[in-house]
């Protein structure tokens, strides 16, 4: 969180969080689609199976790191990128997730005590 002198942490543009996280699948749809080139083309380009291209595509899986490597040998992006943008999204995931939330503080009441 960046913070500055006389101004709400919260109206500092990099410390908003998007409506709704980005999945690095979005990157990679955009990519693809920039190139013109088939889901399907590409994952027999980099040697995965279709469904696991088009469910990391559609935001229905996560990205790891070998398929980041797959990626940034194919497509040129970055594996860091694609790591940085997946934990970002599961971050923002889990800190919408109001179950998870109350165990975070219950165990933040645990650690108070001691």
């Not at 409506?19 to 689609?33: V, W």
């Not at 040998?73 to 860091?80: K, S």
Request: glycine residues 4%; charged residues 30%.
């Amino acid at each position: 969180m960046i913070e500055v002198q006389g101004i709400r942490w919260e109206m500092i543009a990099n410390n908003i969080e998007p409506f709704e996280p980005t999945h690095p699948g979005e990157l990679i749809k955009d990519e693809i689609e920039y190139r013109r080139i088939s889901q399907k083309r590409l994952s027999e380009d980099m040697g995965v199976a279709y469904t696991v291209l088009n469910d990391i595509v559609n935001g229905r899986r996560s990205v790891n790191t070998k398929f980041a490597l797959l990626c940034e040998a194919a497509l040129g992006i970055p594996a860091h990128i694609l790591l940085d943008l997946q934990t970002d999204y599961d971050m923002q995931k889990a800190k919408r997730d109001k179950s998870f939330l109350k165990r975070l503080e219950s165990i933040k009441k645990i650690a108070a005590v001691l």
